[in-house]
């Protein structure tokens, strides 16, 4: 039986999804995906395992799967999924007060209230920001900052080199590469970080 909450959560699915249609995104249960610059831009609605019959929490998960990225690393066909994007970040990350917010669909909760809050930050913060870094030379010029939302250190060097190779910038190539063997050193991952660099530079 469907509960108020759980009809209200699909109310707002229904509502997202016919104002993102209209800007070129696509829905695949609570994920809504656009191709933007060869790249897939993604909005993720994620319930929250606490939530129950009675309350309903969500956070939206914001990501980018990068082509360049994707086809060096792996073999398989890019599918837009947060989990496997090259760029994440919530959603509350990009309020003036930054943070992880979790939103809550209560028994006499004003929707019209928390659906206009919530599309205007995803129309007003999260869609320009995803059609910032969907272009390459933001997105390298972003991790060269040292910022990279939702990675590690050893994941934006590695990304950042595949950027800058494909790119053909060999001056910011060779210092990223080296930051790499550098952050690595006499860690676990040093031996994968070396056969990167073997593979970025043609060194067999």
Request: some cysteine.
């Amino acid at each position: 039986m469907m509960t108020y909450t759980k009809e209200c959560f699909g109310e707002l699915l229904g509502q997202l999804a016919a104002e993102l249609k209209l800007r070129g995104y696509k829905k695949r249960g609570a994920l809504f995906y656009k191709p933007l610059e060869g790249n897939l831009a993604c909005i993720e609605i994620q319930k929250s395992r606490k939530s129950s019959a009675e309350e309903v929490l969500f956070t939206v998960n914001l990501g980018i799967v990068n082509s360049k990225i994707h086809s060096f690393t792996s073999s398989t066909p890019m599918v837009a999924e947060i989990e496997k994007s090259h760029w994440r970040m919530r959603l509350g990350a990009l309020t003036d007060s930054p943070r992880d917010i979790w939103w809550e669909i209560k028994p006499g909760a004003d929707m019209g209230v928390l659906n206009n809050e919530l599309w205007a930050l995803i129309s007003v913060r999260a869609l320009p920001t995803l059609d910032r870094y969907c272009k390459n030379d933001e997105l390298a010029a972003l991790w060269l900052t040292g910022r990279s939302p939702g990675l590690t250190e050893f994941e934006r060097l590695i990304n950042l080199s595949i950027l800058l190779q494909n790119m053909g910038r060999t001056e910011e190539l060779d210092r990223t590469l080296d930051a790499l063997l550098a952050a690595t050193a006499n860690s676990p991952s040093e031996s994968v970080a070396r056969s990167h660099v073997r593979k970025l530079r043609g060194v067999s």
